[in-house]
């Protein structure tokens, strides 16, 4: 079975998780007064503490990673109404970049049914600024998650990103590679221009490699860590040893490649797995193209 798995582990101030799915309270998003502060801590609802490694270390391969914050919780939502339409059995895991989305989750979504473990990784009440694309708080939110990326593979687990604006239409596994060390999604129908919105990863040795100097260039992408990533990746010595599959336009699809035909997306050929809104800023333009595509599957009420 897949773990649906999301964790932190860059600029951590908290990991703060559950030890059933999906039960918790909101009396458990805030640690107790006598809470030892320590950056890789997993709290869990019996009080143990155990550090980062040991948890990532009990895990199964492959990870499924998302990330939560207040400013995209309803297209967050949004993507797991639409893992419990289509009937993926994942094994769902969120980290929440604030205490909003944590309380938000860790109380239940009216509605859904699927179970998922919610984890904690920052004591800010919100970063829904930190939403604003461009911002220094947004360029941080975005950039932290190649460190989570390589957590996983570190540990010997491969690892899958999924980010909050995209809706899930059948099983994307099925459309991997089992020879491929990197699975990426791509822009455009006719040239490259990969989308860090939606990255697998295996656990091999040349795939850290490539972690590294994806995080040792982030300081100069200005835009987020997508920039980064398409400038490594075409590095000589990446192109010859990493075993790469560029996802099909047409099946993996992005804001741009989704608007080009107005044909209702029940009805392409072939099938798209996923949707994503991207091509557009702002949250309200995001569900908005959603709900006129007819892939907004949170119930109403």
């Known amino acids: ?23 918790a309270t909101a009396s458990q998003v805030a640690p107790k007064s006598n809470f030892r502060y320590h950056p890789l801590i997993h709290w869990m609802d019996n009080g ?17 990673m998302m990330t939560a914050n207040r400013g995209f919780l309803d297209l967050l939502h949004n993507l797991l109404f639409s893992i419990q339409r289509f009937h993926l059995r994942m ?40 939403t ?21 593979v570190e540990s010997g687990l491969d690892v899958l990103y999924i980010d909050a604006d995209i809706v899930l239409l059948g099983d994307p596994f099925r459309h ?20 860090t919105c939606f990255l697998f990863l295996r656990a091999k040795r040349i795939v850290r490699t490539f972690l590294d100097e994806w995080l040792g260039a982030l300081p100069n992408d200005t835009r987020g860590n997508q920039k980064t990533f398409n ?11 990493i075993t790469k599959q560029v996802l099909p336009a047409n099946v993996f699809v992005s804001g741009m490649t989704f608007r080009e035909s107005t044909t209702p997306w029940r009805k ?34």
């Open 176 to 195: 991997f590679e089992k020879k491929a060390d990197l699975i990426v999604a791509n822009e455009y129908r006719k040239g490259n221009n990969f989308c």
């Open 268 to 301: 392409r050929k072939p099938q798209p797995a996923l949707v994503h809104a991207n091509w557009m800023i702002g949250r309200e333009n995001k569900r908005g193209m959603f709900k006129q595509a007819g892939l907004w599957f949170v119930p109403k009420g």
């Open 48 to 64: 143990s503490f155990l550090t980062l490694p040991e948890v990532v270390s009990s895990l199964e391969s492959p990870v499924v």
């Open 91 to 130: 094994n769902l895991v969120i980290v929440c970049e604030d205490k909003s989305s944590y309380r938000n989750l860790s109380n239940g979504v009216r509605g859904l049914s699927i179970p998922y473990l919610v984890v904690l990784t920052h004591l800010n009440e919100s970063v829904r600024n930190a």
């Open 132 to 152: 604003r694309y461009g911002s220094a708080n947004y360029l941080d939110l975005v950039q932290k998650r190649v460190s989570y990326l390589k957590l996983f």
């Open 1 to 23: 079975m897949f773990a649906l798995f999301v964790l932190s582990c860059i600029s951590l101030e908290l990991l703060h998780a559950l030890d059933s799915w999906p039960t």
């Open 231 to 241: 400038k490594v990746i075409r590095r000589d010595d990446f192109k010859k040893k």
